[in-house]
Each structure stands twice: as structure tokens, then as C-alpha cells.
């Protein structure tokens, strides 16, 4: 069953989630990331995994939870970066995360976004896409 947090959960517990999520994606225990949240019909373990292996140009990128403070830049050089983790609620029951994924170090263009809705006294975090952004 997927994890929800309470209604008045704070931006930095809703990342914790998410951060939590992404620890999972980094051991490459994509079945348990998977159950952790919830996920579009369209969005099984399997395809997460695909589309993260398959980003860039390298034989296989791994999501890693912390990064180095750089990311590639359009020419492929090494560039300060900061990793984006925006929480957006734009109304008092719905919203949304923008999370850019790090990859094998590096702060990525490779963006998870997730829903987000109040229902029932809880936040229920709900993975929408893996795309570059």
C-alpha cells in the first residue's frame, strides 16, 4: 500500500517522501519504489527503470540521492547545477513536485513529477512522469 502523508505535511516532508523514493530508485529496488508511491496506469517499476537506464549517453545512467553540485551542461561540460525539488500547490487540495533526478552523481534534466491531492486527511504523492525537462 502506498505511503500518504498527513493533510498539513510540510514541502519538506513531502521531498522526504520523495526522497525516500529516490534512495530506493539509487539500491536499484525499483518494485519497492514502486509500491512506496502511488503511480499513473502508465507508470509500472519496469518502464521507471528503462526510461533511467536508457537516459544520456552512457550504456546505463543510476539515480543517485545526492549529487555533486554539477550537472553536463548543452555542449556535454561539466557545469555547476543545482537539483531542483519544488513543491507547487495550486489549490488548497491539489499540487505538484518537480524533482530532478541525479544521475551517476550529477544533477540531471531527467525530471520525475508527481501529483499531489488532499483526500481523506492525507497528501497522497502520485508519480506522473520521468521526462526530460
Do not use: C
Not at 510540510?10 to 529496488?29: C, V
Not at 517499476?45 to 543510476?62: F, M, P, T
Amino acid at each position: 500500500m502506498p505511503v500518504t502523508l498527513v493533510a498539513t505535511a510540510s514541502e519538506e516532508e513531502i521531498i522526504g517522501l520523495i526522497d525516500q523514493w529516490t534512495s530506493l530508485l539509487e539500491q536499484e529496488r525499483y518494485e519497492d519504489a514502486h509500491a512506496l508511491l502511488e503511480a499513473g496506469p502508465d507508470w509500472s517499476a519496469a518502464l521507471v527503470k528503462e526510461v533511467i537506464q536508457a537516459y544520456g549517453d552512457e550504456a546505463a545512467s543510476q539515480v543517485t540521492l545526492l549529487n555533486n553540485g554539477t550537472g553536463l551542461d548543452g555542449a556535454g561540460n561539466l557545469a555547476p547545477a543545482r537539483q531542483r525539488k519544488a513543491v507547487d500547490w495550486y489549490s488548497e487540495d491539489q499540487g505538484e513536485v518537480w524533482y530532478d533526478l541525479n544521475l551517476n552523481g550529477l544533477v540531471s534534466d531527467l525530471t520525475a513529477t508527481f501529483n499531489l491531492e488532499k483526500r481523506n486527511g492525507r497528501v497522497h504523492v502520485m508519480l506522473q512522469d520521468v521526462h526530460v525537462m
